[in-house]
């Protein structure tokens, strides 16, 4: 037998937090997932590989006759 019965209070701020924490534990992991599918996508093209038609992009246009 406890030496002090729990409040009601206690139980409900309990639950709460209960909630709270799986609440966030979900964004994480939901976080998590979003983070490592964007880093294992094959389509990811770096800035120093050219692209899909074969020609690096340039990062300026280059003016002739000037």
């Not at 406890?2 to 709460?16: D, G, N, T």
């Not at 992991?29 to 340039?58: E, H, N, R, W, Y």
């Amino acid at each position: 037998m406890p030496l002090a019965h729990e409040h009601e209070i206690h139980r409900r701020r309990f639950s709460r937090n209960a909630g709270l924490g799986v609440v966030l534990g979900a964004f994480v992991v939901l976080i998590f997932v979003l983070t490592f599918v964007k880093v294992t996508q094959q389509s990811m093209v770096f800035p120093d590989q050219p692209t899909t038609s074969g020609t690096p992009s340039a990062p300026f246009e280059v003016q002739e006759g000037q």
